[in-house]
C-alpha cells in the first residue's frame, strides 16, 4: 500500500467499519452486501476488457452477454430481493447501465400492474422466460415531459377487433427508450387511444416489434439504434416507427381502462394509479445521487492524498495536495454533500415502503406530499451531483480527464438523471405548486401539517424580510439546530415572495398561466431552499441515530460543514432576509476553515466509509492501496491504439506528405 | 427553413450583419473569413463521416490524414497569416483537435525561439518539410504545475559530448504530450540537466524517438499512447520512458542557456524569456471560452426556439420553449456571457500584441500586469464557459445528450481547457499574489497605474465593509457605469480582505507560506470578483465603440443584463459591503426578468450574429434552418448499430438464454 494513504487510515480518529454500517443500515446489512458482492468478484465470468478499449458494438455485445450472465446467475444462487438484485448489478456492472434494463425496470412491473388475469397468463410466462423481450416506449422524437402532446395513436378497428397502431408524423417517431434499437422484441407502447370517433388519451399497448425467433423486425416497423450519446454506450437507446401496425384487442393493458369489442370506450377508476410508480423512481435517484457522489468523493480524495505537487513552503517537498486550503475547500463540502444524500435517500426509501402500504389500500392522503418532495429532492440532488462530479473531475488535474480515473464514465452515466424520469427545472416547478399552494392554504386559515407546517399563518407572518436589526440576533452558527431554522425561514421567505410575485403579475394581466410563467424564477428558487432545508434538518436528524461518539463526532462536523458552506454559497439570500447579520456570515467563513482542518485528518476514513470496492469503483485514481501510477502506466499500454508500434495512419499519411513539401 | 426559426428571423430589431462585423472586427474580416471558410466547405477533401460513428483508430486515422491534407493546402492557397491557419483550420476540425497540432504550436515556435543559429540551419528545414516531427514533452506522470518538481534527467558526459536522458522513477514517465504517442518522431524534452555534478534546473532538449524512416521506436524508449480519454479521441497523447538515451550536446537548445563541450554551464541572461508565450496562450483560451460558448448558445437557443413542449396557457398548443420564463433565465445570461467573453478576448489579443512589441524590444514593464490577468482570465473564463456548455445541453432536453446535438463534443474537448496551460486555481492564486502584491504597495504610499489603481489607498480607505445605511446610496442599477462602478468596489474590498486574512494568519502562525494557504480560499475569491470587474468594465467600454442604434440597444441590454445577472447570483457580497441596499438586489431581480422579455425576440438574430457555419457547429439541434427532427432521424439511421438488422448479440447470448430458463 501507499506510505502516504496508508499514513492517513493510521490518522483516523473513528472505526470505520462502525461509519460504514451506519451507512448500509446495519451490520447485518453490511455482511449481506460483501456477501452478494463477493460472488461477482469471485466468478470468472465477470472478468472483461475495459468497455474503453471497444467500439461501441462490442461494448454493447459485452453488456448483453452480461445481461444475459445475471439472469442465469440471480436465479441459480435465488437472489430475488430487489435490493440485494440492485447490489449485484451494480458490482457486476459498475456505473453503466445494462440492456435489458428496462425489461426489468419497466416492462414486467407494468405488466405486473396493468394486466388483467387473462393477459398476465399469457405475457407474464413469456416475459419472465425471455422469449419476450421488452421495453416501454413513451416519449418521442418531439415529445417528453408533456404527455398530452404525444402524437403516436392507437385506433381502434371493430371489424377486426384490432388496434392499428402509427406514427403520423416525424415528430411522433418514438425516441430514447433503452433497449428498444436491438434487443427488445416487444414493447408497451404509449398512444392516443382513439374508438368511436373519439380520442380518449394516453394508453399503453404491447407492440410486437421483432420476430420471436428471427429477432427481424416486424411488417410496419422501422426500428433501430438512434446513435452515439454522450454516456450510456451500452445501451441500444432506440427508435420506433409505425406505420398500420396491427394488434389484438387484447393487447391494450386492461386492468383498469377497457375497450369492448364494439370499441366502447371504459375509462380507468382513478388516475393516480401510475404516479406511485413516479414517486418510487425519483425517490430512487436521490439515492443514486449520493453513490455517484460518494464514488466520485472516494476517487478525488484518496487521489488528492497520494498526488504530491506544487509547494507550500518553499524549498521543502511537494506536499499532498489534499493539505491545500483549497483543494480541502473544493473536496470537503462534496464530501458531506455525499453524506448528507446518503441519509436523505434513506429517508425517501423509508418513506415511500411506510406509505406504499397505504397507497396499495387506495390510501393516497400521504403521497401528494411524498410526490412533491420526491419531485424536488430529485431535482435538488441529481443537479448537486452532477456539477460535482465534475469538480472532482477537474481536482484530479490532467488524469481526471483519462478515462482510467473513472470519473467521466461516471459523469456521462449519471447526467440523464437531470433529465430523465421528469426535467429538473419541470421537477421544480412541481414542488412549487404544492409549496405555494400550501401557503395559500394556510393564509386563507387552514391548519398544515408534515413537511411544509413552516408555512402556517403563524409562522410565516414573522418571517417577512427585515432589516436584521429588527430581528432578535439569536442564531447561533455551531448549533445546527439553529442553522436547521434559519433554512427554514428562508424557504419560508421565498415560498411567500414566489407566491406574491404571481399576486403582482396577477394583477398587471389577471392570467393565471401568464402569471405562473412569469414567477418562475422565484417559484425554482423557493423550491430549491425547501429541499436545502429538508436536507439539511434530514442531515440534522440523523446523528440523533449515531451512538459512537467518535463517529458522532467527525459526522457532526460535516453536517455543520454542509450547513454553513450551503449558507455561504447562498448568503445572499440569508443576509437580504435579515437572517444573518454582516458579522455572523464573516464568522461562517472563518469557521469553515476551521471545520477544513478539522475534517483534514479524518479525510481519507470518510470515503474509505462508504466501502466502495475497488471493481465497483473502477478507478486507477481512487485505488484502495494508493499505487496509481504504475497502474495508470500499465493500463495505458493496454490501450488499442498500442496494438501495433507504428500505426498505419503514418504509411498512408505522414510519410507521403514529405515528399510533396 | 422551420417555420418557427424564420419568425423569429423577421422579428428581429437589428441587422444581424452589422453585428457580426462588429463581431468579426470589421465588414473586411467578415468577407475574408468566410472566404476561407468556403475553402474547406467546397473541398470534398474535407468530406467525411461523423467522428461518432468511428472507432478510436479511426478517428485517429482520420485525423491524421485531415493535417496531411491541410498542411499541403495552407501552402497551396499560400495561406500563413496564423489568424487565417487558426480559421481555417477550425472550420476542417471543428472542436477536435488535431495531431500535429503540437508540432505547430509548440515544437516550430520553441525551435525558432531557442535555437543558436547553427542549430536553426540543422532543425527548420527537417522540421518544416515534417521529416521531423516533434512535441513538447514537459509534464510527467506525477508531476504538473510546479516545473521544480519535474523528475527527468539529462546528464552531460564529456567523455562523449553527449547527454544521457533517463526517467529515473515511475512518476517521471512524460505523460500527456499532443502527438506524443503515434504521430511523433521527435520531442523537446524538458529535463533536469546536471553537469560537473550540480543540477542546473530545467532545460529543453531534441531527442529523437522514432527512427525517421520506419517510424518504430529506438533504442531505450518506450512511447506509446495513454489510452482513452473523455474527449480528445483524435489525438494521441503519449508517454515516453526513456533509458540511457543518448543525445549529442548539441541538442540542447542553446540560445540562451549553455554547456561548453567540457561540461561547464552558462546560464541564461533572463528568465522572462518563455513568460511571454505563457502568457499569449493564455489570452488565446479567452478567446477559445467565447468560441465555444458562441457554439453552445447557438445551439441551445435556436433548439429552443424550433421546440415545442409543455404548456403555458392550458389548453393552447405547445410553446416554444424558448417562451418559459426559466428557459430564458438559463440561456440569455449566458448569451450575455458569450459576448461579454468575445470582447474580453478582443481585448486580450489586442492588448498581447500592442505589448508584444516591447517584449521583443526586452522591454518587460507592462508583462506583469498582463500576466496577472490572463492567468485569472483564463480561469475566470475558462469555468464559466465550461460550466455553461453542460447547462446549455441539458437546456435541450434528451436531446443535448445524444451526440448528434454537438454538445457532448463541444464540452469535452473543451473542458481541458480548465486543467491545461496553468490549472485553474493556480491561476486565480497567481493572480491574486499581483493584487495583494500592489495592494501591499497601495498601502505602502505607492501610487499603482493600470487596471489595479483603483487598490490605490485614495480609494480603498473608502471601501471598508460597513453598513449600507453608512454609505450614499447613489447606485443606479439602470447605468452600467454604475455597475461597474461597484464591481471595482467589490473587487478593492475582497483583495483587502484577503490581505487582511493573511496578516492576521501571520500574527498568529508567523509563517508566511502557511499564512498563504490558510488564506487561499480568499484569495480565490478576491481574483474571481477582480476578474468579474474586468470583464463587466470591457463590455461596457466596447459599448462605445457600437455606432449602429438597433445594435447598440439590444448589446447595451445584453451588457446591463451580464453585470445585473452577476450581481444576483453574488448578491451575498454586495450586501456584505454594503454596495447595495436590500431594495435594491429586489429591484435587479425584477429588472432581469423585464430584460429577459425584452432580449426574447432578438435572442435567435443574436445567435446568428455570431455567424457559425453548420459545419463548424456540427449540431443537428443548432442548425440554421431549424430542421432537427428529420435530420435527426437521418443521422441515426447511419449509426454502426444500425449496419444489421439483427445484432450478433441476439444468437450469441439472447436466443441461447431462453433454453436455460
Chains 1, 2 share one sequence.
Not at 623 to 630: A, I, L, P, S, W
Request: aromatic share 8%; proline share 5%.
Amino acid at each position: 500500500m501507499n506510505a502516504d494513504i496508508l499514513k492517513e487510515r493510521q490518522n483516523a480518529t473513528f472505526d470505520v467499519e462502525k461509519l460504514t454500517n451506519i451507512l448500509d443500515g446495519g451490520p447485518e446489512l453490511t455482511k449481506r452486501r460483501r456477501e452478494i458482492e463477493s460472488m461477482v468478484l469471485n466468478d470468472p465470468d465477470f472478468m472483461e476488457e475495459d468497455p474503453n478499449f471497444l467500439s461501441r458494438s462490442e461494448r454493447y455485445d459485452q453488456a448483453v452477454r452480461k445481461s444475459a450472465q445475471m439472469i442465469l446467475k440471480l436465479r441459480e444462487y435465488g437472489i430475488a430481493d430487489p435490493e440485494e438484485i440492485y447490489c449485484y448489478k451494480s458490482m457486476a456492472c459498475g456505473p453503466r447501465p445494462e440492456p435489458v434494463g428496462l425489461h426489468f425496470a419497466m416492462f414486467l412491473p407494468t405488466l405486473y400492474n396493468q394486466c388483467e388475469p387473462e393477459q398476465s397468463r399469457k405475457w407474464l410466462p413469456l416475459a419472465e422466460s425471455l422469449r419476450v423481450v421488452g421495453t416501454y416506449a413513451q416519449t418521442e422524437i418531439g415529445h417528453g415531459t408533456h404527455l398530452r402532446g404525444l402524437e403516436t395513436t392507437a385506433t381502434y378497428d371493430p371489424a377486426t377487433q384490432e388496434f392499428v397502431l402509427n406514427s403520423p408524423t416525424v415528430s411522433s417517431i418514438k425516441w430514447w427508450p433503452g433497449g428498444l434499437g436491438k434487443t427488445s422484441n416487444h414493447a408497451i407502447v404509449l398512444a392516443q387511444l382513439y374508438t368511436q370517433g373519439n380520442c380518449h388519451g394516453l394508453h399503453a399497448f404491447i407492440v410486437p416489434i421483432r420476430d420471436m425467433n428471427t429477432h427481424v423486425p416486424l411488417p410496419g416497423i422501422v426500428v433501430g439504434d438512434i446513435g452515439p450519446k454522450f454516456g450510456f454506450d451500452e445501451i441500444d437507446n432506440g427508435y420506433l416507427k409505425m406505420e398500420n401496425v396491427r394488434i389484438p384487442r387484447e393487447n391494450m393493458l386492461m386492468k383498469y381502462a377497457k375497450v369492448e369489442p364494439d370499441g366502447t370506450y371504459k375509462k380507468p377508476p382513478s388516475a393516480k394509479l401510475t404516479y406511485g410508480t413516479m414517486v418510487f423512481i425519483r425517490s430512487m435517484i436521490v439515492g443514486e445521487s449520493a453513490r455517484a457522489l460518494s464514488k466520485a468523493s472516494t476517487i478525488a480524495i484518496r487521489y488528492s492524498a497520494v498526488r504530491h505537487q506544487s509547494e507550500i513552503r518553499p524549498g521543502e517537498p511537494e506536499p499532498q495536495i489534499l493539505d491545500f486550503q483549497t483543494q480541502q475547500y473544493k473536496l470537503f463540502p462534496l464530501l458531506a454533500t455525499a453524506y448528507a444524500f446518503i441519509f436523505v435517500g434513506q429517508y425517501m426509501k423509508d418513506t415511500y415502503s411506510r406509505i406504499s402500504g397505504d397507497i396499495n389500500q387506495g390510501d393516497f392522503s400521504e403521497l401528494p406530499e411524498l410526490h412533491a418532495l420526491s419531485a424536488g429532492l430529485k431535482a435538488f440532488t441529481t443537479w448537486t451531483a452532477n456539477a460535482a462530479i465534475e469538480v472532482c473531475r477537474m481536482s484530479c488535474g490532467g488524469h481526471g480527464y483519462s478515462r482510467s480515473s473513472g470519473l467521466p464514465d461516471l459523469y456521462v452515466n449519471f447526467t440523464p438523471t437531470c433529465t430523465y424520469e421528469g426535467e429538473n427545472t419541470v421537477m421544480m416547478l412541481q414542488t412549487a405548486r404544492y409549496l405555494v399552494k400550501s401557503y395559500q392554504q394556510a393564509k386563507a386559515g387552514q391548519q398544515l401539517s408534515g413537511i411544509v407546517s413552516y408555512l402556517n399563518e403563524t409562522d410565516h407572518r414573522r418571517v417577512q424580510p427585515q432589516p436584521v436589526s429588527a430581528r432578535p440576533t439569536v442564531v447561533d452558527i455551531n448549533d445546527l439546530a439553529s442553522l436547521v431554522e434559519i433554512y427554514k425561514l428562508r424557504a419560508a421567505i421565498l415560498v411567500g415572495m414566489a407566491a406574491k410575485s404571481i399576486q403582482q403579475e396577477l394583477q398587471h394581466r389577471k392570467n393565471q398561466a401568464d402569471a405562473w410563467n412569469n414567477s418562475a424564477i422565484d417559484l425554482v428558487k423557493a423550491s430549491d431552499a425547501h429541499c436545502h432545508y429538508v436536507v439539511v434538518k434530514l442531515f440534522t436528524d440523523k446523528l440523533g441515530e449515531i451512538g459512537d461518539t467518535a463517529v458522532h463526532s467527525v459526522v457532526s462536523s460535516l453536517a455543520l460543514l454542509y450547513a454553513l458552506h450551503g449558507i455561504t454559497v447562498n448568503s445572499g439570500d440569508f443576509l437580504q432576509a435579515g437572517l444573518l447579520s454582516v458579522p455572523q456570515v464573516l464568522q461562517i467563513s472563518v469557521r469553515i476553515k476551521e471545520l477544513l482542518s478539522q475534517l483534514r485528518p479524518n479525510a481519507v476514513a470518510l470515503v474509505d466509509s462508504f466501502d466502495i470496492h475497488n471493481k465497483k469503483l473502477n478507478s486507477v485514481l481512487g485505488r484502495y492501496d494508493g499505487n496509481v501510477y504504475e497502474n495508470m502506466f500499465e493500463w495505458a499500454r493496454r490501450s488499442p491504439l498500442n496494438a501495433t508500434e507504428v500505426h498505419e495512419s503514418f504509411y498512408k499519411y505522414l510519410k507521403p506528405l514529405r515528399s510533396k513539401l
